[in-house]
């Protein structure tokens, strides 16, 4: 079957002619090695059939980003038969930049011109036989929002199957044409394939294609090409000279296609918005707001606090615990049925272990689908877009860029969405340091934790101390940025290119399949790693070492025994000594699991003998207060809150973490990262709370 590539920058509407071509039937898997999305579809018509490869969104073929080197070598080892290239018509000039990089590839390639329904709408034209002639492959007005063009350009696409194509670049007539032929030369000599695109990266010194020619920088075939790049421009690298080569062509012969109807100067009505949208005081407090908005409007219980009006989220979240309540039920009736009764092996398993767990994490889907929507409508709309670039001022001083941004900010609602949310991140540098991050931003699982303190002993200050909460994570973020950077990811700052796409209307059809894409990973999870580690947990819980079962999170179980064991590592925080202090130990231990179970744990153990959920039990809420107040001093349960906060997340972030960092070695750095910081936070909270107490007795 003729096989059909899709390649384009990001956002330029690859998925959305994907999804026309294909039917929106696609089968997700991954690129070998990295953890890219590999989307794969059939094409059918009565011309024939293809299949369809949406290759990720770049920006050029460099080997800086998996992203870029998954893309490249699909196209040179895979070898599609066609590649069409998505161009945003609207952005001719940063996408032709990677269709000049295309066009140096031994592959039939046809340019899909993008978004021309926009270019019409502000009656500006683009004169495809002019590029079609200029960029010597096939040029096609098209519309993937629309599907105009779309049939015409597949009816040449199935007619010329079959036909090859060499290489070409735009280097050869201009100042690097004698370091193109010598680096022609020496790939030839190494018989590599695609002779002119990997000649043309071989003068950027391209890593990938000096290991595939068996040389460094240092040799002198290489030497050579560099001192030929140098005499034809004496300022730059080779890499900046190629870029520079290829904006001037763009510019100078590609771009004069474009008959823009608005003279220069003048605003189209999205630069009108973004005058407002992006203003230099104007912009962050718009934003704000819009968050404070989108926030509400998930976490909220009533709307703008009218009383019986709920918000999305409150109303989700209702429907479905009204729904758990029929499950559970049902599993209760089920186990009565086969005979299992309370306290028994099974029912403790399926019940306690399996459905409380479980259930406590598939809890959190409503709020977690409800924020996502808002976020991809904001995201759809090209706002977001806006938004990094807004942050981009404060972030860079972390040496992140603004789009990291926006995964740190879903990171208050859920780590695990947030943290397969770096996907969206440009470079290496900017995706690990965020995922670091990610789970000092306070999530939606820990706030319980905050709640029963805070009814247990900062009534008065409740809020001020939840808040309080909130910016110990954000400052301790800021604090291990700053100090990551200045030595893990030393000198490791990426270029950033800042997009701002015309604003679009959201459509709901793709900003449901945006939502449902996010909502299988969730469900997937908790249908796997969360559900064995839920066991897992059960076990260490309910049994002893010698495999008697016991009394539930009692000291003879497993985690009771392990949670005395590792008690030292916890003394000097301040929350560990004493008769109890185990149990605030073993709680940490089952907050791994989800942080919710750290609520649920201490009901269990600090109120022997009142079964049933601490949070939802009113009677055993009133206990766990109680007894919570008593054991607990204010500066030791907030140091017990800052390490539940700091320290490693739960499982479901963990193994988001784990394949998201594609790296054992940093896999296990962040781990121990944030089991540091977690320590050393609490016990400066410790020492400076007690010091404080000993002087002012506030608390
Ligand atoms: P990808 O990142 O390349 O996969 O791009 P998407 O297919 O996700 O499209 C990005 C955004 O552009 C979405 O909001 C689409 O609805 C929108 N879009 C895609 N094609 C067109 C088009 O031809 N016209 C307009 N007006 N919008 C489009
Ligand atoms: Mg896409």
Redesign the pocket.
Known sequence: MMRIALA??????????FNILTGSRAHVGNWPGVTVDRREGTYKSKLGEASIV?LP?IYSLSPYSPEEVVARNYIIDDKPDVVIN?VDATNLERNLYLTTQLLELDAPVVVAL?????LKKEGSSIDVKLLEQRLGVPVFS?????GTGIPEMMENIMQNAGQKRRGDTILKDGPLATAFDAALKIVKSKNLSNPVFHAVKLLENDSLVLQAVGMTEESPEIKEVNALVAAANPLMDGDAVVADERYKTISEKFVPALKRAKKEGELTTSDRVDKVLTHRFLGLPIFFLLMWFVFHLTFGEFLFGIEPVPTPGSLLTMGVEWLFGYVNDGAVWLMEAIGAAEGSLTYGLIIDGIFAGVGAVLGFLPLIAILFFFLSLLE?SGYMARAAFIMDRLLRKLGLSGKAFVPMLMGFGCSVPAIMGVRTLENDKDRKLTMMLIPWMSCGAKFPIYAVFAAAMFDKNADLMTFGLYLIGIVTAIIAGLILNKTVFKGDSGTFIMEL?AY?R??FK?LMLHLWDKVKHYLVRAGTVILASTIVIWFLANFSFSLRMVEANSAESILGVLGNAIRFFFVPLGFASGQDGWKAVVAILTGLVAKEMVVSTMGVLYNPGISGDALEDEGAQAALIASISASFTPVSALSFMAFNLLSVPCMAAVGALRSEMRSKRWFWFTMGMWIVFAWVVSFVINIIGNGLNAVFHWF
Not at 8 to 17: A, D, F, I, R
Not at 114 to 118: A, E, K, Y
Not at 142 to 146: E, H, N, P, R, V
């Open positions: 384009g920058n990001p956002n330029s509407g690859k998925t959305s002619l949406d969104g998505i993008n978004m021309t329904d926009l098209i519309s993937a929002l629309y759809e796409p679009h959201p459509r793709s």
